[in-house]
């Protein structure tokens, strides 16, 4: 039971454009949404959160938005560079800090 | 200076092997995580340990056995290794919120 989904596995983006990475959650009990960065051998690295009391959340280049009647949180990189290329994982819990990841959604920024 | 620091970085071993896996945070936290991403890359919590209590323990066989010795410290402990352990272990750790994970541990059994 997938209860955080990406359902776009890759996406590839001109430099300068902009990216957006889209995220649906099925648990209506989350009241709390991150997005985290992963290179290659790396481990995940927090980008941006958004509390489930808020719709929007802004922090340079990238802002988070989330429509909780659609339970669907969307993460927005504007403009895209190419060091913004990999993998992005869409996370929620509620509470106990036991973070549920989506699947993850690889983004190419073609230069 | 590392936040969450994990060894070995790469581990391979035969199936029926016992391996352990540790890790350390510095940064004064008091929950600490290990996840698992398996082939699919599904990244799923195993274990969260708060000032060394275990809170959370996901469906893991019991051959997987957290140790936390001090508040710094979650070890994985890894018994009769089999074929389908082989994955990329991520030991993380939190104080309110933002959970910060370390470098992970790419296990291969063989």
């Known amino acids: 039971d997938q209860q955080v989904k990406q359902n776009s596995p890759s996406l590839s983006v001109q430099e300068g454009r902009i990216s957006i990475l889209n995220c649906d959650y099925t648990?209506?009990?989350?009241?709390?949404f991150l997005w985290y960065k992963k290179y290659p051998a790396e481990g995940p690295t927090f980008l941006i959160s958004?509390?489930?009391?808020?719709d929007k959340n802004e922090d340079g280049r990238f802002t988070v938005f989330l429509n909780k009647s659609a339970k669907h949180l969307s993460l927005h990189i504007v403009p895209s560079q190419p060091g913004d290329s990999a993998v992005y994982f869409c996370?929620?819990?509620?509470?106990?800090?036991?973070?549920?990841f989506g699947t993850g959604t690889r983004l190419t920024i073609i230069p | 200076d590392t936040a969450v620091s994990q060894t070995p970085k790469y581990l391979v071993t035969q199936m029926g092997n016992d391996k352990s896996i540790k890790c350390e945070q510095n940064?004064?936290?008091?929950?600490m995580y290990w996840y698992k991403q398996d082939s699919k890359k599904f990244l799923k919590i195993m274990f969260s340990?708060?000032?060394?209590?275990?809170?959370i323990n996901e469906t893991v066989p019991n051959r997987f056995s957290p140790k936390s010795p001090d508040k710094a410290h979650l070890n994985l402990h890894i018994n009769s290794l089999e074929l389908g352990d082989s994955a990329v272990y991520f030991c993380?750790?939190?104080?309110?919120?933002?959970?910060?994970f370390g470098p992970g541990t790419r296990l291969t059994v063989t």
């Open positions: 993380a750790s939190s104080q309110v919120g933002q959970v910060l």
């Open positions: 648990n209506s009990m989350f009241d709390y």
């Open positions: 958004i509390s489930s009391i808020k």
């Open positions: 996370a929620a819990n509620f509470g106990n800090e036991k973070l549920t």
């Open positions: 940064l004064g936290h008091d929950t």
């Open positions: 340990y708060n000032n060394k209590e275990l809170i």
